[in-house]
């Protein structure tokens, strides 16, 4: 063999993502490709002193996990911030925020997330004056749990500017009591104005992306597709990603998208700019609606229990196919984040439209989230070859009763299909949609093949889908998404050696074992990045 091997990785679970099970082989590498998969037995004759071997017994040895939605220096900012998810009122969360402030003295501004006023059980009005009692000294913002609210302090509200004069932005709302003063509520596009607020330095961002990566090898996150911060979605990160991969400190490939205004000229640059083996700009990526908590999820059918709301789109119908049409037609692949019903139809439509005008191409377009959907939709993700990018740890982000109050018992057996959606042709692609919730990819494999949440209510247990087909779906699928099937996503002779090694076989455990697993080995482009034997 004219390439010497720098790895030989064994297992009798390999789980090489071209099949449902997985066997016993050899892996062998090559600089930053697989160069074959052999029988065990045949290692020898590969062998040389400058090779590795690396014996991994009965252990779990897969392609490395490749999550196609998160927003990764938002996430690794919330890493260390004060987590609301367990606060079951306002004045439980103001505590937490000043349990928080007290132990971190040296904190400027006090971050946090996950509160969520549905679960509240006394059911107080999100307001200022909680976290004014508490800390009444420094900016405080508390991103609500789907990311689409913000709960802020007066100081907050100061740095940022807001006041009683300050208007609504489009698809946003700077909520006021009924003095006409903010009560300390954004919603949707109103987050912004206290972001614009926050600008992180270079030396900050670049602390974020090392301790993203940490976690990320960890994981055996190899791959991600990065969507930006929210609101802002600015591409400017990207420098920095290319300049880490340059100083080879990159330790997991980041896709990256621009968000889809109207602007080409942009995404040209970043098409031409960033297309290493490391980093790559992959497309646009827009909000059609917002939440169902929030009331901001686009229905075909008014809200159960705001009967007078269908919620809404982010841009106007025809601007939103305008700008897809025209982004179709120079090549460029768009996400849609779609909640609601209406907006998935709207998507479909909207594509459609575009491969009507532009004619058909393998485009590879994509609808974030679907978790609502009319049955007639369904099989138009095959017909239109549209991807269906799923989150399925999002089942377990609030109880089923908050869901089912808010869109209906007949809905609800519509709400984040998975299993039904792979049945009528859809190709599945899983992610996070970190720091919504946490990177791990085994807690959403977890979910996906249960259906079960963490108060053990199962979510409509006819989505159950089989491990193997899970596992492609945080795998190859992704790779598929990212138009690099040929290089990622399965073991292969001549793919790109990214690849994990888990603690035990999850075909051979139970699926609560699964959330428990592990990953004790990850290697990403031929390089060992992460060991915990």
Sequence with gaps: MSRPIDYILTSTAVFTGTSNQPKPAAILVSGNQITTIIAIEDIDTYTSEHTTVLDFGDKLIMPGFHDF????????????????????????????????????????????????????????????????????????????????????????????GIT??????????????????????????????????????????????????????????????????????????AEIYADFEDRDKLTTRVHFVAPLNGDLEEAIRLRETYNSNMVQFTGFK?????????????????????????????????????????????????RFHCVGDKA??????????AQKQNGKRDSRHAIEHIEMIQEADIPRFQELGVLASIQPEHINGSSYDVFEDLIGEERMKLYMLQKTLKDNGATLVYGSDFPVVGLNPLTAIYRAVTRVDDDQVVWNK???????????????????????????GTLEEDKLADLIVLDCNLFNVSPEEIKTASVIFTMVDGKVVYENN
Excluded: C
């Excluded at 330095?201 to 990320?216: C, G, I, N, S």
């Excluded at 159950?464 to 990622?488: N, V």
């Design 462 to 488: 006819d989505e159950k889908i089989m491990l193997a087909d899970a596992l492609k779906a945080y795998t190859f699928a992704p790779a598929y998404g990212a138009f690099r099937e040929e290089e990622l």
């Design 344 to 353: 998935v139809n709207l998507a479909l439509d909207t594509f459609e439209e």
């Design 286 to 334: 827009q909000f059609i609606d917002g939440v169902i908590t929030s009331y901001t999820a686009y229905l075909l059918e008014p809200y159960t229990n705001k009967v007078d709301s269908i919620g809404g789109t982010v841009y106007h119908e025809e601007l939103i196919k305008k700008w897809t049409i025209v982004a179709d037609k120079n090549n460029f692949r768009v």
């Design 164 to 237: 009683a004069e300050t208007p609504n932005p489009e698809f946003g709302e700077v909520v006021k009591d009924e003095n006409g003063e903010p009560t300390g509520l954004l919603l949707e596009h109103a987050v912004g104005l206290v972001t614009k607020a926050m600008p992180m330095d270079l030396k900050h961002k670049e602390q974020l992306l090392e301790q993203f990566l940490q976690e990320a090898k960890r994981y055996g996150v190899t791959s991600v597709h990065d969507l930006l911060r929210l609101p802002e979605m600015s591409t400017e990160e």
């Design 69 to 160: 939605h998160i927003h990764l220096l938002l996430g690794s900012m919330l890493e260390n911030s004060v987590q609301l998810y367990d606060a079951r009122s306002a004045k439980e969360s103001a505590a937490l925020v000043k349990a928080y402030a007290d132990t971190h003295p040296e904190q400027s501004l006090i971050i946090g997330s996950g509160w969520d006023d549905n679960t509240w059980t006394n059911r107080e009005t999100v307001d200022k004056k909680y976290l004014d009692e508490v800390v009444p000294d420094k900016p405080v913002i508390l991103y609500q749990a789907e990311f689409h609210s913000a709960w802020v302090n007066s100081a907050m509200l100061k740095l940022a």
